[in-house]
């Protein structure tokens, strides 16, 4: 018998008993679409979860911090160790970074900046969003490209109106256009009017008034952003200003020897490690560590969520998978039923001379043709679930201020499900297949 006549013979002795096959269906439709969502359910949640550390930072990204240590002997983070570092396997760059404070004032307002200088490139990798100006590193002279919360930091300091986190108000300042006059001995600013031990008053220090190269753009109502709170700058400028306010005395934040005298050098106060690949991030994390330096990453953190979401996709799977089940034994018990209706036609069948195989052939695709119609049905039902949960979502990631949708579906999962919705099909198809192929065709004919 040929394919084609087995498929038609099956097809429509399916819809000979239309109320049997639309129940049995309907039982596969539910426990595919059962599975699906389960499933898109946890990749969804991962895929957010996901989203959500790479806005933190880079996932392929190490951190690497000088160890605790005042001593002479410590380990330092300088041009030698970057230079270590790169020779290293699945070091794709290394960014230095040099982190300072200082003391903003425009007008009778002041503000604390924190200072971050680095390389042009590190920038360019960053993806700050810029909403006026450029990024650092075009200008020949220091300039400072602000977060979108520096302002938050800013207090009216001759008034009584308090700051942004007592009044909610930023204050009326122009980053990108007003004279910023920063103070970076501030130390000196807040010694100011004192005396000495000699009896001499001491003096307010320099101010500086730094141009402004650009401004984060604003995120929006209830957003955050990574870089907001800095304010950042190229390294070299950096430097080169700090070696020349604080000359021949000790920078803010850098070592001291032990007689309290500055170092020549200036050290780094981090390095920024970028990793080819996150499955080589903790190798190369623990290989720093046994070099003696702080590092932090997010990899180990996320390998450990990554597996929570593991397990928390497996159990949404099994419940879906037990509603399957259920529709199997529905697709048994159909098939045994219409083994028992057509008994007196698979003995026509045998007796005509049809092969053994054919008889199964027909049993199991009939059987199959179940789980696929339950299986397409199940996907579109699905799809629709999908599409209103992810509606919901959005309506509370609008309300909490977060983004993303809880509902993922991938190709690989509709194609999945599918051959899954098939296979079950066949699967509790077979038993009924090899009795219908084992009956006696006497016997069958002779029965009804």
């Not at 040929?2 to 239309?18: E, H, T, V």
């Not at 911090?65 to 790169?86: G, H, M, T």
């Not at 101010?207 to 190229?234: H, M």
Request: net charge negative; hydrophobic share 40%; proline share 3%.
């Amino acid at each position: 018998m040929k394919f084609l006549d087995l498929l038609r013979m099956s097809s429509s002795n399916l819809w000979k008993r239309k109320v049997r096959t639309v129940l049995t269906v309907l039982g596969v439709v539910i426990g595919v679409a059962s599975i699906v969502v389960m499933v898109s359910l946890g990749l969804g949640l991962s895929r957010s979860l996901m989203a959500q550390y790479e806005s933190y930072g880079s996932l392929t990204q190490i951190t690497v911090n000088a160890p605790w240590d005042d001593s002479e002997e410590a380990k330092r983070l300088d041009q030698k160790l970057i230079d270590e570092i790169l020779t290293m396997d699945h070091v794709e760059s290394v960014y230095p970074v040099l982190e300072t404070d200082a003391l903003a004032k425009y007008g009778s307002y002041e503000g604390w900046l924190q200072i971050q200088g680095m390389p042009a490139e590190a920038f360019q990798e960053m993806n700050i969003t810029v909403g006026q100006g450029q990024l650092p590193g075009g200008d020949k002279t220091l300039t400072f490209f602000y977060g979108c919360q520096v302002l938050r930091y800013f207090y009216n300091a001759k008034g009584s109106g308090g700051s942004y986190w007592q009044t909610e108000e930023l204050p009326d300042i122009d980053l990108m256009n007003d004279p910023i006059f920063v103070i970076f001995d501030t130390n000196a600013y807040y010694e100011a009017g004192s005396t000495d031990e000699n009896g001499q008053t001491k003096k307010p220090p320099k101010k500086y008034l730094i141009d402004t190269c650009g401004v984060e753009a604003d995120p929006g109502e209830n957003q955050w952003s990574q870089y907001g709170w800095y304010t950042y700058c190229d390294i070299d400028q950096l430097t080169a200003e700090l070696k020349k306010i604080f000359k021949n005395k000790v920078i803010p934040g850098q070592p001291t020897t032990k007689t309290g005298k500055p170092y020549k050098e200036i050290f780094y106060s981090q390095l920024l490690v970028n990793v080819d690949s996150m499955d080589n991030v903790v190798e190369l994390q623990k290989s720093l560590s046994d070099m003696g330096y702080n590092v932090y990453s997010q990899a180990e953190w996320v390998e450990s969520e990554q597996k929570t979401m593991g397990y928390i996709q497996a159990v949404l799977g099994g419940i879906g998978a037990v509603s399957l089940f259920v529709a199997a034994i529905g697709i048994t018990n159909t098939m045994m039923m219409s083994i028992y209706e057509r008994t007196k036609e698979i003995g026509v069948m045998k007796v005509l001379g049809c092969d053994l195989r054919n008889i199964r052939s027909l049993f199991l695709m009939e059987a199959g043709f179940i789980g696929f119609i339950g299986g397409v049905i199940g996907l579109i039902l699905s799809f629709i679930l999908s599409v209103v949960v992810n509606k919901v979502a959005a309506q509370a990631n609008e309300y909490m201020g977060t983004t993303g949708g809880i509902s993922y579906i991938p190709v690989w999962l509709v194609f999945l499900s599918l051959i899954f919705a098939i296979l079950v099909g066949m699967v509790a198809g077979f038993f009924p297949a090899r009795r219908a192929m084992r009956l006696s065709p006497l016997a069958a004919i002779r029965n009804e």
